[in-house]
C-alpha cells in the first residue's frame, strides 16, 4: 500500500500537459461495449454484438444503445441514428483508436508518443436472415492488413443454438477491451489471438455456454495433431452474474497449456463490479509452472456519459516463488459527449521486484476511439 501512495505522488504539471497536449491533437474516439456495460444493463453478450461471444461489429440493438444509454446528449437530436445496416443482407462497422501516451520507468529517460492504436472494418453478410451469417473484422492499420475473424456462423431456427466455423476469438472469461490487462496478456486469450476451428453456443434466457474446438495455433497453419479445446458458461441474472471456463492447449512436442477460470458481475452500492481468477498450468518436459491472477474492476456512472473506472490486478508468474508477485492499478475516467465518441484518460501504475524497471514503471494515456 506504501508503494501505491508513494506512486501517486507523481508531478501533476507534467501529466495535466500531457492530456491537454494529447486531446488537441486527437480527433476520433469512442470505446467497445467492454463488460461492465453488460453488468450494468442486466444483458448477454449477445444482446449486442453480431458475435455471439461479444466484440467486434454491434447489432442494431447495440448500435442503438451506444447512441442513446452511453452518451450524455445527441450532437444532432433530429439525427436518426446510424445502425449500420445497408439493407436486409449486408451491413459494415468500424473502430479507429488513436492514442497519446507517456511511460516514466525507474532510472531511464522518460517515453511519450502518438500512435494510431488500430483501424478496424467490420462486414457481416446475413445470406439467409437471421439464420445465416458471414463475418469479417479486418484491421487495415496500422502496418499491413490482418486479418482477426472470418468465419460463417449458422442458427437454430429457435435461435437458442449455434454453430460457427472459421477464424474467431475464443470464449474465456472477460472479454476486456485492454489486452494488456494480466487476464488478457498472461493467458495469451486476447484480441491479438484468434484460431480457426468450430464453435458451438447454446444460449437459454438466463445462461450462455460455448465450446470451441480450434488449431491452438493463434490463426497459424497446423504443425501437430492435437488441438485446443476451450469451454465458458456463464450464468447472468438483471443484477449479478457467475461463469467459469477452462481451455486445453498441447502439442506433440510435449507442451501443455490449461487455464481455468471463474469470473462474475454484480452492481452493489451504485459501481458496477468485475471479478476474475485465473490459474494457468505450463508442461514442458519435465517443467511445470503455474500461474494465478486475481482482477477487480468498479465502475461508477457518477453522470450519463461520464464513467470513472479502478481496477486492481494481480499477477503471481510462478506460484512456487516468493515474493516474485506484480500488480497493477489502474484509474480511468471515461467521456461520451455524443454518439459514436468517447475520450478514455487515465494512470495506470506497475509494480514488482525492484531488480526490474519496467515491471515498476507508470503510464499515462488519452484515447479518443471512434466507431460506427
Known amino acids: 500500500m506504501l508503494t501505491l501512495y508513494k506512486n501517486l505522488t507523481i508531478k501533476t504539471n507534467t501529466l495535466a500537459k500531457f492530456i491537454i497536449a494529447g486531446s488537441a491533437f486527437l480527433f476520433f474516439s469512442s470505446a467497445l461495449a467492454e463488460p461492465y456495460l453488460a453488468v450494468r444493463s ?12 461479444g466484440g467486434g461489429k454491434r447489432n442494431e440493438f447495440g448500435s442503438a444503445y451506444s447512441q442513446t444509454s452511453m452518451i450524455e446528449k445527441k450532437l444532432n437530436e433530429d439525427d436518426k441514428g446510424w445502425y449500420g445496416r445497408i439493407n436486409d443482407y449486408l451491413a459494415f462497422g468500424g473502430d479507429i483508436r488513436m492514442n497519446a501516451e507517456l511511460t516514466r520507468t525507474p532510472n531511464q529517460r522518460d517515453s511519450s508518443e502518438f500512435k494510431l492504436d488500430e483501424t478496424l472494418l467490420y462486414f457481416e453478410g446475413n445470406i439467409i436472415p437471421g439464420r445465416a451469417t458471414f463475418y469479417f473484422d479486418e484491421r487495415i492499420a496500422p502496418g499491413s492488413a490482418l486479418n482477426r475473424e472470418a468465419y460463417a456462423l449458422l442458427w437454430t431456427k429457435s435461435k437458442n443454438a449455434y454453430i460457427k466455423a472459421g477464424r474467431f476469438f475464443l470464449a474465456s472469461g472477460y472479454r476486456l477491451e485492454d489486452d494488456a490487462a494480466f487476464i488478457r496478456q498472461v493467458t495469451g486469450i486476447n484480441f491479438n489471438s484468434s484460431d480457426t476451428g468450430v464453435e458451438a453456443g447454446y444460449e437459454t ?55 481455468a ?76 459527449p455524443f454518439q459514436f465518441t468517447q475520450l478514455r484518460t487515465g494512470l495506470r501504475l506497475y509494480d514488482g521486484i525492484p531488480q526490474n524497471d519496467f515491471q515498476n514503471r507508470e503510464e499515462f494515456f488519452v484515447q479518443l476511439h471512434n466507431y460506427f
Open 42 to 53: 442486466g444483458l448477454k453478450c449477445v444482446a449486442c454484438h453480431v458475435n455471439p461471444t
Open 205 to 259: 434466457p438466463t445462461t450462455s455456454t460455448t465450446f470451441s474446438v480450434t488449431n491452438g495455433t493463434n490463426g497459424g497453419d497446423e504443425i501437430d495433431n492435437k488441438k485446443q479445446y476451450n469451454l465458458r458458461t456463464e450464468y447472468v441474472q438483471p443484477t449479478w452474474r457467475l461463469g467459469g471456463g477452462v481451455n486445453h492447449n498441447a502439442g506433440d512436442n510435449g507442451n501443455e497449456r490449461t487455464i
Open 261 to 336: 477460470n471463474i469470473f462474475t458481475g454484480f452492481k452493489l452500492g451504485g459501481l458496477d463490479w468485475l471479478g476474475e481468477i485465473d490459474y494457468i498450468d505450463d508442461q514442458s518436459g519435465t517443467t511445470d509452472l503455474t500461474q494465478a491472477i486475481y482482477y477487480l474492476e468498479a465502475t461508477l456512472e457518477y453522470q450519463k456519459g461520464h464513467n470513472f473506472k479502478v481496477s486492481l490486478e494481480y499477477l503471481d508468474p510462478n506460484t512456487d516463488v516468493d515474493e516474485d508477485h506484480q500488480t497493477r492499478t489502474s484509474l480511468v475516467w471515461e467521456y461520451s
